[in-house]
């Protein structure tokens, strides 16, 4: 079993990683079964994969536990099934007791841990990440919420799991095209902070089929652990973990939520990051290169043709916005992601017309 | 001016005291002032009474300052209420630097409060109280909710504002029955935490038209800064300000909301408590007189008729609940509440009784 600390004093968690964990969820969580109710949530196609064996589980553990089913996808994170959710529990009688399992994807993840950070002012929650994204990133540093209408994770807080159980042989039952959109914010974590594993990185996806999942997993989760354990709360340090994310989001609200997939998006907002890295001279052409043939080995689907001028108000409307100065995260050097005030809407634009 | 700090780490921040302290806000918040949004949440006969002028005064000090209207009263902190706010907050193109002013009693600070708790993950926000009630009590703790039909609070937060500002000169705009339902909150901290309190307040009720409240408010603001700063989010010490609160909100809930005030519900609710506290052999017979006689100088309505048997289930739907069992507060001694799990639901019955 590796473990990993998150260090947050009263809110220190631990991150546990191993193949085959789903099945010794009950015995880990047994010290914390004090009779109170315990609640899953998750969608339908993966309580049938997975909830309710581990529902059942628990029960003969002598567990009371109880579930909650959510949609597929995004509409997961609306304010309507959110709102179901929390009446849901409040007929099930869930006091401030009750314990939540999230079990699935980010959007299970942040609508499931928004549900335990405001249900009668907070209760404990666990999660236990089914998407590699979520592995590596989502289920990790206590982010959640729900979308508006009016666009994405306009609502949340920051509100950290008291565990999270990361179990990669539930990647098994993943399709390829879904591993895939992880694999770019896998190397996210190499090209922001870590050069080496960017190397590793680099050689290992020629054989993609090969890839070593479990090893990736631990390591991202060791750089994402320390940076959440130095800035819970993104005042500086975590913003770097938004590098390629601005017009990720941008991307994936012109093109419309499921034409794109977030890991994908993400591939695309790295370049463009890289490329205004480059134009400042903050990025060696030789280190471009190497990030762009990365990025190239992951298996991107074409952009479609798009009018880039379209994708500006999104990056506009991006949370990470400070009066009006985008806040935008550069590479100073492979491996070292920085914070810059410097870019331009004209050389968001440019970059955008790279990409397309 | 009087300062109270309220210690907690990142989240430390100050209680300020002073009558006339509203016009002062723009000089005390100057330093704060990098160019951001500044947002005042209240009510609209409060706007007309202050709001207005406190938005000019900040304007004329270079702020850029703009406001959101809610209904008075409890609808205030309805699930569509707060909906809007969040809606009208992204139209205004609030982002995390938006600070917002709650500028009201417990239900503009309530739902003020939990704006600022969940947009964007959490932006800063100050409370301003208006009733005697919350300048003793909600404005400070960062309790911040919404009630769903199913229920008062069941949706909430604990964020801590980034300060407090207490004028009690607002005070004098307030009818007298409202200044009277704060008044049991007042003696509450005499009743939990404070005999020789208790024994001023005592003396100071028979004359309550030349009422200290200044340097009542001072008095309690300083208990329940020390209390929130060594129990933030209500683990054990912070309960026993939920002294009298379960039976009050079952007296809310049953006699239907706007029937009852809070502060009043809160003085039967103690009676109810002492009384308990008393036949669990706790409190002593002439301390439970001295109660008595204290909470009886309140100008308290009388209750209707009831059917206590009817008051059982909102007794028991109380968030203070634990695995089934109530955690009540009781009075081990007057100024010294302590928490029991003893108390049955037969003898609850009898307390209410009692009261009718």
């Known amino acids: 079993m590796n473990t990993i600390q998150v260090k947050l004093g009263k809110r220190s968690h631990s991150i546990l990683i191993k193949q085959g964990l789903l099945k010794k969820i009950p015995a880990l969580l047994n010290a914390k079964n004090k009779g109170q109710k315990w609640l899953i949530i998750s969608h339908y196609k993966l309580l049938e994969l997975f909830g309710f064996t581990l529902m059942e589980n628990l029960k003969k553990s002598g567990f009371k536990c109880e579930y909650i089913t959510l949609p597929v996808g995004e509409t997961a994170k609306s304010f309507?099934?959110?709102?179901?959710?929390?009446?849901?529990?409040?007929?099930?009688?869930?006091?401030?007791?009750?314990?939540?399992?999230?079990?699935?994807?980010?959007?299970?993840?942040?609508v499931g841990g928004y549900a335990a950070a405001t249900y009668k002012r907070g209760i404990n929650y666990y999660q236990i990440p089914t998407t590699l994204l979520a592995m590596v990133d989502s289920a990790l540093g206590g982010?959640?919420?729900?979308?508006?209408?009016?666009?994405?994770?306009?609502?949340?807080?920051?509100?950290?799991?008291?565990?999270?159980?990361?179990?990669?042989?539930?990647?098994?039952?993943?399709?390829?095209?879904?591993?895939?959109?992880?694999?770019?914010?896998?190397?996210?974590?190499?090209?922001?902070?870590?050069?080496?594993?960017?190397?590793?990185?680099?050689?290992?996806?020629?054989?993609?089929?090969?890839?070593?999942?479990?090893?990736?997993?631990?390591?991202?989760?060791?750089?994402?652990?320390?940076?959440?354990?130095?800035?819970?709360t993104e005042l500086d340090l975590r913003r770097i973990l938004n590098f390629g994310h601005t017009v990720?989001?941008?991307?994936?609200?012109?093109?419309?939520?499921?034409?794109?997939?977030?890991?994908?998006?993400?591939?695309?907002?790295?370049?463009?990051?890289?490329?205004?890295?480059?134009?400042?001279?903050?990025?060696k052409d030789s280190e471009f290169t190497l990030m762009s043939q990365a990025i190239h080995k992951l298996p991107l689907p074409k952009l479609p043709p798009m009018d880039t001028a379209l994708l500006l108000p999104f990056i506009k409307m991006d949370k990470k916005n400070k009066h009006g100065n985008l806040n935008y995260i550069l590479l100073k050097g492979l491996g070292n992601a920085v914070i810059s005030k410097d870019v331009t809407?004209?050389?968001?634009?440019?970059?955008?017309?790279?990409?397309a």
Chains 1, 2 share one sequence.
């Open 345 to 355: 809407e004209e050389l968001i634009l440019k970059s955008l017309k790279f990409l």
């Open 80 to 110: 309507i099934e959110y709102r179901r959710i929390v009446s849901q529990m409040v007929e099930m009688g869930c006091d401030r007791q009750t314990n939540i399992l999230c079990l699935g994807g980010g959007d299970v993840g942040d």
């Open 143 to 232: 982010k959640t919420g729900i979308n508006l209408s009016e666009g994405k994770n306009l609502i949340g807080h920051v509100y950290q799991p008291r565990g999270i159980f990361i179990d990669p042989d539930l990647l098994n039952s993943l399709p390829p095209e879904e591993l895939n959109a992880g694999l770019s914010e896998i190397l996210k974590y190499g090209i922001i902070r870590d050069q080496d594993f960017f190397h590793t990185l680099l050689e290992e996806l020629d054989t993609i089929d090969s890839f070593n999942y479990t090893s990736a997993i631990i390591h991202c989760c060791r750089i994402k652990a320390k940076i959440i354990s130095r800035d819970e």
């Open 248 to 283: 990720a989001h941008a991307l994936e609200a012109y093109l419309g939520y499921g034409r794109i997939r977030h890991g994908e998006a993400v591939a695309y907002g790295m370049l463009s990051a890289g490329w205004i890295s480059k134009k400042l001279g903050l990025l």
